[in-house]
Every structure is written in structure tokens, then in C-alpha cells.
């Protein structure tokens, strides 16, 4: 089957699954495992909003990642009314070079992510901050968990060309450096897991979010059935699952490990490694 038909096939498998009334995942239970400290890169809203929220509720001091410290500190605040724990706002626009690294942190959710915008700016955003983040944490803490927040586009790409896109400043209107960086951010985990990282691939679902919103024209919008997709807290339940899971699978989708939903060509890790390290982010 040819790789869009795969993907526009699943698309609509979860549409209508999310259809069904008490099909959607709650997530994992409400356990604390000690916790410690989590950093959310785009955690001011959408899916990444509610994984601060889900984190917190389980015993994780939350730094919430923000390119804006005023919505960052709002959503720490919320969390601290809400919480017990340290929760702070650790601001990082992950369009621009190299971001803090705090300290303390043993787990990083890499859940900021931007669709439909600029190739250059997918690319940095997607996949290099990300990388950047997770190896400079991880030189801070061997015992570092990671989790990627990817998706099911990815499924759309054959591979990430990273140097390539970093050179096009053109508008991604047909989503495909989208789907290319997604494909990227899943051999990212694949080279980590490889080189002994205790690292996670998710993707969240279609989630009614201001990311897939922007997606439609506002007539379509307004007609489509909000019940085809899931909430962001219903989104956030699958990446809290790969955050708390002991069992460290490799690409959570819905309530479970799934990888056979994933592409051959995520653990085809080879290029994107020599063109991560052509830019200084060795992973080994
Ligand atoms: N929604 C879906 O159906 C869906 C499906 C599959 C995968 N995903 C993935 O899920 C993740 C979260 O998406 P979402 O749907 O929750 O989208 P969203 O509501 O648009 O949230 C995106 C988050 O990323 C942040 N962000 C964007 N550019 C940034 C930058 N340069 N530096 C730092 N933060 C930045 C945003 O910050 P601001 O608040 O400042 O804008 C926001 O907090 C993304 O990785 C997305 O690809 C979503």
C-alpha cells in the first residue's frame, strides 16, 4: 500500500474510533513514582498544557517550557494552585539557538511543535531543539527518560533531510517537512534507545488544539464534529502514559506500546544521525 494511503487510512481509522462513545484512553492511573522533576517544552497550551497538569497531579515538580514568560508563568501558577510541588515556568523559544538547560531534570517531554509554518522553522522547532535539549539534559543526567511527542504524518515521509530543509524558508503548505521532521523526531528516539537512552515516541491522536484548528479554513471548521477528535487532555493521556510507563515501549498510541503502527524507515537511523552530528549533536 502506498505510504499516503497508509497514513490517510489510519487518519480515518482514528476518526472514527474517537466517534465511538467510551472508547477514549483516560490514561495511566494515578500513581506517583517518586516523581522528581519534568520539563514540557510547549507547555502553554494544547496537549502540552494538560501533560504539565497530568505530571503534576502525579508527584512531578513541572517546569513548563514557554517562548512566552507570561503564558508560561500562568500556566505554572495554575498548576501550583492546583498541585503541591515546585512547578515554574523555564522560558525557551525553540526558534532561537540554543535554549537554557535547567537543572535537576529526569524527565523531558519534547511536546512543542509547529505545523504548517515555515520549512526552516519546522525544522528547528520539530526535530534540532529537541535534539539539542535532550542531549545537553542528558549529559547532565545519565538516568534522563525522554519523550517525543510525535505523530501518525510521519508515516507520509520517507526520510528527514535535514540540511536540506534547514536551507528553505518556504511555507510548509502541504505539510510534508511537518511529516518529514515528525519521521526525524522517531529515528531521534530510535539513535537514542540504540545508544542505551531510556527514550519514548508517542503520537497523541487528533487532538482539537489551536495546532489542528489553524489546520482547517474557519468554514470547515465550524461544520466539522468536535466528536471525531479528542480533547487535549484526552490527547495528553497517551504521552502521560509513555512518561510514567515502566515498561519503555517505543511508540505509544491510544492506551498501549503500538510500534507496528510506525514506518520501517523510523529505525532507519543512519543519515539523520550523520546530519545531526554534521551539526555538533552527537548522540552517541
Ligand atoms: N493536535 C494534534 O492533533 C496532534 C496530532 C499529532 C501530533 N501532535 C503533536 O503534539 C504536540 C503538541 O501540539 P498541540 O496540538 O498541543 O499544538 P498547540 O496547541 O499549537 O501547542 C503547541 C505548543 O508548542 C509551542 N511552541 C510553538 N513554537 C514554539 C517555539 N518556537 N518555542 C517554544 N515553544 C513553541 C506553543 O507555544 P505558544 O503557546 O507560545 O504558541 C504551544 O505551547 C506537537 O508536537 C504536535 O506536532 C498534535
Not at 27 to 39: E, I, K, Q, Y
Not at 255 to 276: F, I, K, M, Y
Request: charge should be positive; hydrophobic fraction near 40%; charged fraction near 25%.
Amino acid at each position: 500500500m502506498r505510504r499516503s494511503a497508509r497514513w490517510a487510512l489510519g487518519i480515518l481509522g482514528e476518526l472514527l474510533s474517537n466517534a465511538k462513545p467510551g472508547r477514549r484512553y483516560a490514561g495511566p492511573p494515578m500513581t506517583t513514582n517518586g516523581g522528581g522533576r519534568a520539563l514540557v517544552t510547549g507547555g502553554t497550551g494544547g496537549i502540552g498544557e494538560e501533560v504539565c497538569r497530568g505530571l503534576a497531579a502525579r508527584g512531578y515538580d513541572v517546569l513548563v517550557g514557554a517562548r512566552d514568560p507570561a503564558k508560561g508563568e500562568a500556566v505554572a501558577a495554575r498548576l501550583r494552585e492546583e498541585f503541591p510541588g515546585a512547578h515554574k515556568c523555564a522560558v525557551c523559544d525553540l526558534n532561537e539557538g540554543d535554549a537554557a538547560l535547567p537543572r535537576g531534570v529526569n524527565l523531558l517531554v519534547n511536546n512543542a511543535g509547529v505545523m504548517g509554518a515555515a520549512t526552516d522553522e519546522t525544522m528547528r522547532v520539530n526535530l534540532l531543539a529537541p535534539a539539542r535539549l535532550t542531549l545537553g539534559l542528558r549529559a547532565r543526567n545519565r538516568k534522563l527518560r525522554v519523550v517525543n511527542v510525535a505523530s501518525s504524518s510521519h508515516l507520509r515521509a520517507r526520510a528527514c533531510p535535514v540540511a536540506r530543509m534547514l536551507d528553505d524558508r518556504r511555507r510548509d503548505k502541504s505539510l510534508s517537512a511537518y511529516a518529514a521532521s515528525k519521521l526525524g523526531l522517531l529515528q531521534f528516539t530510535a539513535a537514542l534507545r540504540n545508544n542505551g537512552v531510556d527514550a519514548r515516541a508517542c503520537h497523541p491522536g487528533l487532538v482539537w488544539t489551536p495546532m489542528l484548528k489553524g489546520f482547517f479554513p474557519a468554514p470547515v471548521r465550524a461544520v466539522l464534529p468536535r466528536r471525531l477528535f479528542k480533547t487535549p487532555a484526552e490527547g495528553a493521556a497517551t504521552v502521560l502514559l509513555a512518561c510514567v510507563d515502566d515498561e519503555a515501549g517505543t511508540y505509544y498510541m491510544d492506551s498501549g506500546d503500538r510500534p507496528a503502527a510506525a514506518s520501517p524507515e523510523c529505525s532507519a537511523t543512519g543519515a539523520l544521525v550523520d546530519e545531526l552530528g554534521a551539526l555538533g549533536l552527537n548522540i552517541r
